[in-house]
């Protein structure tokens, strides 16, 4: 079974340009997560979907983030313009489950998108 | 906000030794429990879970949840140097009906031959 892919893996940009990351989950997940993780910190939750629809994006900073996940499958995460502390991984992660569903409800994450905003 | 808290460490630990990990949440509803492995530069990886207070042995992972203290923690024995990585606890937290993880910022341990 292919895992969750993540593209690309490394993006530099300076301040104020714009900037895509594309996650494919894996086969048959209804929910994907979209996490940043600065370094030292944990991964924070941007934004969830369940098949095409949010289900949470109350920490998206909806001003310069946005996501969509188009027939339910495929995501692409975009920030327009970036900032010096939009320096982050960016990890991409599906579960079989839907958000409400299964005591296990485990994530699989992918390789990450490692981004430096100048 | 509900929060998860560890201790950034770093944690070293001898080979062979005992390596505990602690965390604590503030969410008393709080129900799943879990613990991800990251190694440097890598994603995290789902290495157990725990939903039921006591001790769940995993080989050599011992997770342990203490419901009444908001407590959970991983131990690992005999620990070896490719033990060496940050680990992540999250809780799932309902937000407007749907679940969700909260993860603390990770503890990193270091295992020395």
């Known amino acids: 079974e292919a895992g969750v892919a993540q593209s690309p893996r490394y993006k530099i940009i300076e301040k104020r340009q714009s900037v895509a990351f594309w996650c494919n989950p894996i086969s048959g997940h209804a929910t994907l997560y979209w996490y940043q993780q600065i370094l030292g910190q944990g991964p924070k939750l941007l934004i969830q979907?369940?098949?095409?629809?949010?289900?949470?994006d109350s920490q998206l900073p909806k001003d310069r983030f946005s996501a969509e996940r188009l027939k339910g499958v495929d995501s692409t995460l975009k920030i327009q313009p970036a900032k010096l502390e939009d320096s982050a991984v960016y990890l991409c992660a599906s579960s079989p489950t839907g958000p409400l569903g299964g005591s296990g409800n485990e994530q699989f994450f992918g390789p990450g998108t490692r981004l430096t905003v100048l | 906000q509900k929060e998860v808290e560890q201790n950034s460490g770093p944690l070293s630990v001898p080979e062979g030794a005992i390596a505990s990990l602690n965390c604590t949440y503030s969410d008393r509803g709080s129900q799943s429990f879990f613990w991800y492995r990251q190694y440097s530069g890598k994603s995290p990886e789902l290495i157990m879970s725990?939903?039921?207070?006591g001790d769940k042995e995993d080989g050599r992972f011992t997770a342990q949840l203490n419901k009444a203290s908001q407590y959970v923690s991983l131990l690992i024995r005999d620990s070896q140097p490719s033990d060496s990585a940050t680990y992540l606890c999250?809780?799932?937290?309902?937000?407007?009906?749907?679940?969700?993880?909260?993860f603390g910022a990770g503890t990193r341990l270091a295992v020395h031959p």
């Open positions: 999250a809780v799932r937290a309902i937000s407007g009906g749907y679940n969700k993880l909260i």
């Open positions: 979907f369940q098949n095409n629809g949010v289900v949470d």
């Open positions: 725990i939903y039921s207070n």
